[in-house]
């Protein structure tokens, strides 16, 4: 086994990357307590509009008057995923890739001017396997039946906690066998939800990667207003693939908005990520900070990377603390730190110029490496 390993690391270090990838289906059985929200989504572009006004305002009180109690939901599900592996065979340790609002799994390994953005290029290069799945309620994984009371943060956990067990117990089909370390990366959505996996269930992944992210509460009424969310009926790319309940960008404006950091991107770049973009379910954005509103319990190493001109995170300045709880800190990305208090390090990264969507941007070749020289200071 041991020579195995140093044979394909040798093997990782040397190839002209070149990876192996299938899709597969994942079933799973979950359940969590939900919050039951008193909305009834219509479709309609007022009223989406109306909601995200009513939610963003100071002193706003709307959101309270339609957070009702707790429900346990319980569903049987698919979750759409890719598996990735170095040509050689599979690396020492998995890396599972949650995507954020926005987009599905091939935010990771995005086919865009032959494949220039892909970070699953870069990680299956540095011998790593890869992991990557559609949130659930998104794309190709099972949409579910209610946009608002079931396809909620707390559900979606689940079922990265169920995949994850499957992992680890090596019974995921689609999956060789067992992996010596798990890594949780994700992507802003995807890392709210990682955060909360790792923090719930501290045992299931040896590393945590939260990019596009922050603990930073202030923005996201930018993010909410400045997409130009609009019912998926609206938009023409998503018209009859959804349900009433669920909302994505309007055009390209709400994308880059969004996404986008003046002067990193390529316009076709711009334009390919809006005709490919998917929606968010209600449910979700009626409670973005989800499990991130206490402290982690995860004792693993964390780093966070998040671009200088991200919009929710960051409102387009990571450094300037002025709006923040605790404007001591260096940046936004800190305030995390004491929130990490049991894990073996934390690492907080600031990508010069990138906007929101770190893997989209010109600056991409400085996130990756910021990824995967963590991965490396930590040996994992
Ligand atoms: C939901 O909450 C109840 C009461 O706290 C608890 O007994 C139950 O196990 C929870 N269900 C899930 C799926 O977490
Ligand atoms: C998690 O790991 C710790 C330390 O290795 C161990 O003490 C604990 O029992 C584990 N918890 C679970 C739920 O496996
Ligand atoms: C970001 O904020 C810092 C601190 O307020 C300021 O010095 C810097 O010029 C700002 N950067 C940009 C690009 O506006
Ligand atoms: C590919 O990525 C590099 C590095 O960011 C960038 O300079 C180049 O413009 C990209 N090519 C295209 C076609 O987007």
Known sequence: MVKLNLALAALA????????????????????????????????????????????????????????????????YELAATYCQPDGGPGKTLQILTHGVGFDRTYWDYPFANYNY???????????????????????????????????????????????????????????????????VGHSFGSIMSYGLTSMYPNLSDAVILTGFSQAPNYMPLFALGGNFAPVSSVDTLKGKYATGYIAPFSSIGVH?????????SEEMLDDATKHGQPAALGELLNTAGPTGKPSNFKGDVLIITGDADLPFCGGNC??????????????????????????????????????GLNFGYSHPVTYKGMLDFLKGASI
């Not at 209610?146 to 067990?165: H, K």
């Not at 908005?257 to 991107?265: C, R, Y």
């Not at 690492?347 to 990138?354: E, F, K, N, Y």
Request: charged residues 20%; proline residues 4%; contains cysteine.
């Open 13 to 76: 270090g040397t190839a002209v990357t070149a990876k192996k990838c299938h899709d597969f289906k994942i079933p799973v059985s979950i359940s969590a307590n939900n919050t039951e929200f008193s909305l009834k989504p219509v479709d309609s572009e007022v009223f989406v509009t109306n909601l995200f006004l009513r939610m963003t305002a100071p002193g706003s009180t709307y959101s309270k008057s339609i957070t009702g109690g707790m429900k346990e939901v319980h569903g049987d």
């Open 118 to 184: 892909s970070y699953v290029n870069e990680a299956v290069h540095a011998g790593y396997s890869t992991l990557s799945w559609d949130r659930l309620g998104i794309a190709e994984s099972s949409h579910g039946k209610d946009p608002v009371n079931e396809i909620q943060v707390t559900l979606e956990i689940q079922a990265l906690r169920a995949m994850t067990e499957m992992v680890k117990d090596g019974s995921l089909c689609g999956v060789p066998g067992k992996f010596n370390k798990l890594v949780h």
């Open 257 to 265: 908005t969004q996404f986008f950091g003046p002067g990193d991107f």
């Open 319 to 356: 450094t300037d603390t002025s709006m923040l709880k605790d404007m001591s800190v260096a940046n936004a990305l800190e305030l995390s730190r004491p929130n990490f208090k049991e894990a073996k390090s934390f690492t907080a990264t600031i990508v010069p110029g990138a906007g929101h």
